[in-house]
């Protein structure tokens, strides 16, 4: 599994995840595809150049610094958008300069998993991502040889395209040939698997699970899907479940988001703020 943050390096990726969330509802699924690709290339050079991974994260040094090196060595190399995630990243204070690294991939796959969030076809990257899992899971000799860092990456690169056959999508192809170019001492079926459970988290942005206490109209349902599209800024459906313990109201969660506007809910922050 991807490595344990501590406190510091929790916040800055959570700020930087949800910056990066902003842009993925409103940019294309070619401005994604680039953001992706910009910031694999900058994760792939720092974790060749340890020297300039902890020159860009040495809490020591003032942020404006660290963030003015990033502008030197990216600015005209890399897309815009890609750049300000960077100098964002590079600017915040980390608790390890490993840590760097992690943040630039996760955000680097979920910009990459945008351009399916924008083409629909996020269902479909998560079940290629899986079932990819489970062969190396069946071969681990087709494991190691992709992972074998003594093998040039292209060399790694162009045997999972041979096995791949052009029968996965864009995306998916996409996400694999990096985690094969870089897989930072992670087996390739773990990196699948956490892959995707990404995706399926990535999907479930798009989902609001409801609970009422009284089944909905279609009309009702229509006008919550479309309040909700506008709160969000992202196309939203319904999963209503009918709960009547919670007496009226609804109880909406998209993502790691609830909102709790029952009248059970209600009554029990009520009691809550009761003096004892």
Same mark, same amino acid.
Do not use: C
């Given at each position: 599994?991807?490595?344990?943050?501590?406190?510091?390096?929790?916040?800055?990726?959570?700020?930087?995840?949800?910056?990066?969330?902003?842009?993925?509802?409103?940019?294309?699924?070619?401005?994604?595809?680039?953001?992706?690709? #910009?910031?694999?290339?900058?994760?792939?050079?720092?974790?060749?150049?340890?020297?300039?991974?902890?020159?860009?994260?040495?809490?020591?040094?003032?942020?404006?610094?660290?963030?003015?090196?990033?502008?030197?060595?990216?600015?005209?190399?890399?897309?815009?958008?890609?750049?300000?995630?960077?100098? #964002?990243?590079?600017?915040?204070?980390?608790?390890?300069?490993?840590?760097?690294?992690?943040?630039?991939?996760?955000?680097?796959?979920?910009?990459?998993?945008?351009?399916?969030?924008?083409?629909?076809?996020?269902?479909?990257?998560?079940?290629?991502?899986?079932?990819?899992?489970?062969?190396?899971?069946?071969?681990?000799?087709?494991?190691?040889?992709?992972?074998?860092?003594?093998?040039?990456?292209?060399?790694?690169?162009?045997?999972?395209?041979?096995?791949?056959?052009?029968?996965?999508?864009?995306?998916?192809?996409?996400?694999?040939?990096?985690?094969?170019?870089?897989?930072?001492?992670?087996?390739?079926?773990?990196?699948?698997?956490?892959?995707?459970?990404?995706?399926?988290?990535?999907?479930?942005?798009?989902?609001?699970?409801?609970?009422?206490?009284?089944?909905?109209?279609?009309?009702?349902?229509?006008?919550?899907?479309?309040?909700?599209?506008?709160?969000?800024?992202?196309?939203?459906?319904?999963?209503?479940?009918?709960?009547?313990?919670?007496?009226?109201?609804?109880?909406?969660?998209?993502?790691?988001?609830?909102?709790?506007?029952?009248?059970?809910?209600?009554?029990?922050?009520?009691?809550?703020?009761?003096?004892?």
């Amino acid at each position: 599994m991807a490595q344990m943050l501590q406190s510091a390096s929790r916040d800055a990726l959570a700020e930087a995840a949800d910056r990066l969330d902003s842009y993925i509802d409103s940019a294309s699924a070619s401005d994604l595809a680039r953001l992706g690709d #910009d910031l694999f290339a900058v994760l792939r050079l720092l974790s060749e150049e340890p020297g300039l991974r902890r020159a860009l994260a040495d809490p020591a040094t003032p942020a404006a610094a660290r963030s003015a090196l990033a502008d030197r060595l990216f600015n005209g190399k890399i897309s815009r958008p890609a750049l300000d995630l960077v100098s #964002d990243l590079v600017s915040s204070r980390w608790s390890r300069t490993g840590d760097l690294l992690e943040a630039l991939e996760v955000l680097a796959r979920r910009a990459t998993l945008g351009v399916a969030e924008k083409d629909g076809t996020l269902e479909r990257v998560e079940d290629e991502l899986f079932r990819f899992g489970r062969i190396l899971d069946r071969e681990p000799q087709l494991g190691s040889l992709l992972a074998d860092q003594n093998t040039p990456a292209d060399k790694r690169v162009e045997l999972l395209r041979s096995v791949l056959g052009g029968k996965v999508s864009p995306v998916t192809e996409t996400l694999l040939e990096q985690t094969v170019r870089t897989p930072r001492g992670r087996n390739l079926d773990v990196a699948a698997e956490e892959l995707s459970e990404l995706a399926a988290a990535r999907r479930d942005r798009y989902v609001a699970h409801v609970r009422t206490p009284v089944r909905l109209t279609a009309e009702q349902e229509q006008r919550l899907a479309d309040s909700l599209s506008r709160l969000y800024n992202r196309p939203i459906s319904l999963q209503v479940e009918l709960d009547p313990s919670l007496l009226g109201g609804l109880v909406v969660q998209v993502g790691g988001e609830l909102i709790d506007g029952s009248v059970s809910g209600k009554l029990a922050a009520a009691r809550r703020r009761l003096p004892g």
